[in-house]
């Protein structure tokens, strides 16, 4: 399998036999996507089975638009599933930890599906950003695996590892289970050769200069110290930040060179580290070097496990500091915004939205608490409806867009508040993504449009209620629009003012008052329209002809419209047919003329009944004088109350006098019997037929008896309006 030699579509790399076994250490998203594309190409182009497992800072969606790139029919490719991209998770990991047993056997069947369908090989690309330091032994131990067995296949590996996420000592691992490795310098990449451990002392001594050769190549600041602090050995990079040579470098005090001082600092971790043994790794900012650092140091051990120095690692974090920082800015700029943006702004912090919190104007509309996880998942206190019909959780706005990844624009909800008050919210949802391309959330922004609301219901309602008076009103509404050049035409009339001409309304609209008059009207509309002009409402009575030629009498009341700006725009009108009375008037006139002599014939019948009425009187006074009868009318509606003078000189009052009111009635009855007079004039009230005798005290002070009968009179409602009384005396 050795002599057959494969295109690696790597300038660095050339050609390449089956077996073989490399790695590549990249800083970027741009560095991995430099080296991987162009590799998988090579081997999609030269009929090989291709596998991508792939990890942050590429998901898989963003793995296949980087292959898409440079590989414009990569869906036949995937379709045809010559080339697979799965994520770390399908291929490594089992629970969230690495398992080597399932990585070797899903290698094995990716080989064997390779044979069985005439692939000329397999070829695989990982990507282990995901590694972590507990699983790190076990993968070594899986990595010498596969270094030893691919040799024998026609297999291909490459395995990607972030600088990012390696130390010192897990370079020198890397480079030592692999072929060899490629790692970018001054903007190109170089290969270089690793040992093979197996392999002779010979080999081991190469070995070692390659490893030399990585350990000045790699970016970071690199330093072994005794345990004098002294600088056994420094990389490249190390030398260059202290402004001299590596050689200068080897002898110097780390802390009296770097720091400037006759004492470790407190804050530095190999101080630390010759205390306990461990490693330690420290944020630390040191000018010196430039800024910002990750520092970290990882014993050195003789063959008797006692510590000899440390390797020192710093990694410049200027870059990342000066993103975080802009990203603070950021995040407190946004979080400045979201508290005086005059919108409710909630988010959803996971992909299932259980829990959500919103902003100070969030919190106002929900009536909630500042940090108050408001999702309907795990409170009921709010109730969401929409178009009358209440939403499941899972149909609210939130939840749409994050359970189905998916933009939700100008939702209007009702929401009942806890309050039990009603708000109306108008608004949109979109998804939240992670690096990888997963919905971990959502985020939502609306406005309270409660009076907005209100405000059109009103609208609506004012508007119906408007057009139904003017559909339904008694009189003719007519609408004029003012052209200029052109004059005044007819843009609305109501159904009744179409009646009274005779028309239609779809007759009437586009014309002028012109055409519905004689030419005296036509005269009177033109100088009425000048009024109008001027802003002079009026009203007048004016002659219409209607469709057939007749007459229509109106009485006009007209107001002149005008615009925002003042200009004259037309004129609405109310028209009262008043036809009949102007034909009244005529008859009027004849009638007054015989008005007169029925007033004066109408005036000797008065006389004469008005003289029968006295003498009706005067007998009916005699009448009930004798018989000691007395009448009175209480009107329940005015309170007015007539006594008659029969009534007046049994109660011992003087008959010129105006009838007494029910309370100076009440003060003539005595004392003991008044609640029971009161009690009886309250049934009376109530429609009873009432017969009763009581006692008086009358003004000179003697007591009388008195003997009354009350009835109640009512009108067409039931209800009562007068009381009839008559009392009666013993003689």
Not at 37 to 47: F, H
Not at 716 to 729: D, F, Q
């Amino acid at each position: 399998m050795k002599g057959q030699l494969r295109k690696s579509g790597i300038d660095a790399i050339g050609d390449i036999p089956w077996g073989t076994h490399f790695c590549q250490f990249y800083q970027t998203k741009e560095d991995l996507i430099e080296i991987v594309v162009p590799y998988l190409k090579a081997g999609l182009e030269n009929n090989e089975l291709c596998l991508w497992i792939t990890s942050d800072p590429l998901g898989v969606e963003d793995a296949k638009e980087a292959l898409k790139k440079s590989v414009p029919d990569i869906d036949t490719y995937l379709n045809r599933e010559q080339v697979e991209i799965i994520p770390e998770t399908l291929f490594y990991l089992e629970k969230g930890a690495f398992d080597q047993k399932k990585a070797l056997n899903m290698g094995t069947e990716k080989f064997l599906r390779a044979v069985e369908e005439g692939y000329c090989g397999l070829r695989t690309i990982g990507n282990l950003s995901w590694l972590k330091k507990s699983d790190w032994d076990n993968f070594a131990d899986y990595e010498e695996k596969v270094d030893s067995a691919i040799g024998n296949y026609r297999i291909i590996s490459m395995c990607a590892y972030s600088l990012d996420k390696c130390n010192a000592t897990d370079i020198i691992d890397v480079v030592a289970n692999h072929q060899f490795t490629l790692i970018k310098r001054e903007g190109n990449w170089e290969r270089i050769e690793s040992p093979r451990r197996r392999k002779a002392e010979e080999t081991a001594v190469q070995a070692t200069k390659n490893w030399e050769y990585t350990f000045d190549a790699v970016p970071d600041l690199i330093a072994i110290l005794d345990t004098e602090y002294r600088i056994v050995r420094a990389n490249r990079a190390m030398a260059a930040r202290l402004g001299i040579t590596p050689e200068e470098c080897v002898g110097l005090t780390c802390y009296r060179v770097i720091h400037g001082t006759d004492e470790p600092p407190s804050f530095c971790p190999y101080r630390q580290l010759l205390k306990d043994g461990i490693e330690h790794t420290e944020e630390v900012r040191e000018d010196s070097l430039g800024g910002d650092f990750i520092l970290s140091v990882l014993p050195l051990h003789d063959s008797k496990g006692k510590i000899i120095g440390c390797t020192h690692f710093a990694r410049d974090i200027n870059e990342r500091k000066r993103l975080e920082e802009q990203t603070r800015q950021r995040a407190e700029e946004m979080e400045t915004v979201m508290e005086i943006a005059p919108v409710a702004i909630w988010i959803g912090h996971d992909p299932q939205c259980h829990n959500i919190t919103g902003n100070r104007m969030a919190n106002e509309y929900f009536e909630s608490r500042s940090g108050e996880n408001v999702s309907p998942k795990v409170t009921s206190l709010r109730r969401i409806f929409c178009k009358g019909s209440e939403l499941a959780v899972d149909e609210l706005p939130m939840q749409k867009a994050a359970l189905k990844g998916i933009e939700v624009r100008n939702e209007e909800i009702d929401v009942l508040l806890p309050s039990r008050e009603w708000r109306v919210l108008l608004g949109s949802a979109s998804p939240l993504h992670d690096a990888r391309g997963n919905v971990r959330g959502s985020v939502s922004a609306f406005i309270d449009i409660t009076e907005r609301k209100k405000a059109e219901e009103a609208l609506r309602r004012s508007e119906e209620k408007y057009r139904n008076l003017i559909e339904t009103a008694n009189e003719g509404i007519w609408i004029l629009e003012w052209v200029p050049d052109t004059g005044a035409r007819t843009i609305y009339v109501n159904k009744k003012m179409a009646e009274m001409l005779g028309c239609s309304r779809e007759e009437m609209i586009g014309k002028s008052v012109r055409d519905f008059t004689d030419e005296e009207g036509k005269a009177i509309f033109e100088l009425n329209m000048k009024r109008r002009e001027q802003g002079i409402n009026e009203s007048h009575e004016f002659k219409l002809l209607r469709k057939d030629g007749s007459p229509l009498w109106a009485l006009v009341n007209s107001k002149s419209l005008f615009d925002e700006t003042g200009k004259f725009t037309g004129s609405i009108s109310m028209l009262t047919d008043i036809t009949g009375r102007r034909e009244a008037e005529t008859k009027l006139k004849e009638t007054l003329e015989n008005l007169e002599k029925l007033v004066e014939d109408r005036t000797l019948e008065l006389e004469k009944a008005y003289k029968s009425l006295k003498e009706s009187e005067t007998r009916l006074s005699e009448a009930q004088r004798i018989a000691h009868i007395g009448n009175w009318d209480w009107d329940l509606l005015t309170c007015e109350i007539y006594w008659s003078e029969e009534m007046s000189r049994i109660f011992g009052r003087d008959p010129q006098k105006s009838g007494a009111s029910y309370s100076e009635f009440l003060d003539y009855i005595h004392p003991d019997d008044r609640d029971y007079v009161k009690n009886a004039m309250k049934r009376a009230i109530k429609g009873e037929l009432l017969a009763i005798d009581y006692s008086i005290l009358l003004e000179d002070g003697e007591e009388s008896t008195v003997h009354m009968r009350a009835q109640a009179v009512f009108n067409e409602k039931n209800i009562p309006i007068k009381i009839k009384l008559r009392a009666a005396t013993p003689p």
